[in-house]
């Protein structure tokens, strides 16, 4: 009897120790592993920092806890515009015509980012009216400089370093993965700002990788500078964070479901062994 009893015991005590939680127990991971280049953590380093808890949407598209809202489908507050905001309907909003707004029509963020995850929805008029860069026109502008172009690109010849998932006037889209005209697509995107030196001699380039509608267009692609027409861009040095702008190319695209993840320099390979 006293030996069933010690056996019950003992099995007692090990359902206890199994019930306790893991953050209670002794960290878990190694410290006579290897040293990982940088030579600050071993490989499974116990004491190295857990990543920080961000709660993801419910939904794909939607926005994770810890991004910045621009856009809602309720209220233009998050952008200015030198024409006033654009119109709302059935939660987009769409660019206006030069006529009613009086001309160019940029809209830009009140807020200025650096190294950011953006996520952005789009739709291009529907019927198409027109032709090539004339179809569907407007574009991402990262820090009011680094252009990623939206286009009607459904089976509509342009040039190819200016259709949707472009690097604007110098790398196209991997693919074009476009959808027709008067269906939503979507933009997530991580864009790395440029890094300058104290005497503004460019140290790293912007790089920026895109996906479209699900599809990768661009992988981590340097940027040659600021985005010009018909000319090869060049890089000015500027502060560190700059405003996001929706750029007016007088088409009636409309937007929905705008949000931004500002990313701590830590997310960067700066090529430091990090």
Do not use: C
């Amino acid at each position: 009897m006293a030996v069933i009893r010690t056996h019950f015991v003992l099995l007692a005590g090990l359902a206890a120790i199994a019930a306790v939680p893991a953050a209670a127990q002794e960290k878990p991971g190694f410290k006579d592993t290897p040293m990982l280049p940088g030579g600050q953590w071993h490989v499974h380093d116990s004491d190295r920092p857990a990543p920080v808890v961000v709660a993801p949407a419910a939904n794909a598209g939607g926005a994770p806890a810890d991004a910045v809202i621009l856009f809602d489908g309720k209220s233009t507050d998050a952008w200015v515009s030198e024409k006033g905001a654009w119109p709302i309907k059935d939660g987009a909003m769409t660019i206006p015509s030069r006529a009613s707004s009086g001309g160019e029509s940029n809209l830009v963020s009140k807020q200025s980012f650096g190294d950011v995850q953006l996520h952005l929805e789009f739709r291009s008029p529907n019927p198409p009216t027109k032709t090539s860069q004339d179809r569907g026109n407007s574009g991402i502008w990262f820090m009011q400089r680094y252009e990623l172009q939206i286009l009607d690109g459904y089976q509509n010849p342009t040039y190819a370093d200016g259709t949707v998932g472009a690097v604007y006037g110098w790398k196209p889209p991997l693919v074009n993965a476009a959808r027709k005209p008067g269906e939503w697509q979507s933009y997530d995107v991580v864009f790395e700002r440029p890094r300058f030196a104290a005497d503004g001699k460019l140290v790293r380039p912007a790089y920026v990788t895109a996906l479209l509608n699900g599809v990768l267009v661009q992988n981590h692609q340097p940027m040659l500078g600021t985005t010009i027409w018909r000319k090869i861009a060049q890089y000015q040095a500027h502060p560190d964070a700059a405003p996001l702008q929706l750029q007016d190319h007088d088409s009636p695209v409309s937007f929905r479901n705008i949000w931004v993840r500002p990313l701590p320099e830590a997310a960067i390979d700066l090529g430091e062994g990090k």
